[in-house]
């Protein structure tokens, strides 16, 4: 099974095929997601610092919106976990005060 690291945090493993965002929060990461993985809200994005992921979708791309964005972060709730990753989550929960939206459908 590919692992997930989150820099500075903890290291896991989750099934090949698992969105990203369901397997930080199934691991105790409080990534913030706010849309329900609509690709609407951006609140789950996520650095990638090592690993390949696959090419952004068109609606990760208009979602992020914005050159620096779409540079720097990937939406987890649109990335399915292929192979070992390391990244950094941009937003989480217990620091923006506000709760997760409704979970994303796997
Ligand atoms: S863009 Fe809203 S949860 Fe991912």
């Not at 913030?32 to 690993?51: D, F, K, P, S, Y």
């Not at 696959?54 to 919106?65: F, T, V």
């Amino acid at each position: 099974m590919p692992q997930i690291t989150v820099e500075g945090e903890k290291t896991f493993e989750a099934v090949a095929g698992t969105k990203l965002v369901l397997a930080l929060e199934d691991n105790g990461i409080d990534v913030l997601h706010r849309c329900g993985g609509q690709a609407r809200c951006t609140t789950c994005r996520i650095e990638v610092v090592e690993g390949s992921v696959p090419p952004m979708s068109d609606s990760e791309r208009e979602a992020l919106e914005e050159p620096e964005l779409i540079a720097k972060f990937r939406l987890s709730c649109q990335l399915r976990v292929e192979n070992d990753l390391t990244i950094r989550v941009a937003k989480r929960a217990h620091i923006e005060e506000i709760g997760p939206g409704p979970r994303p459908q796997a």
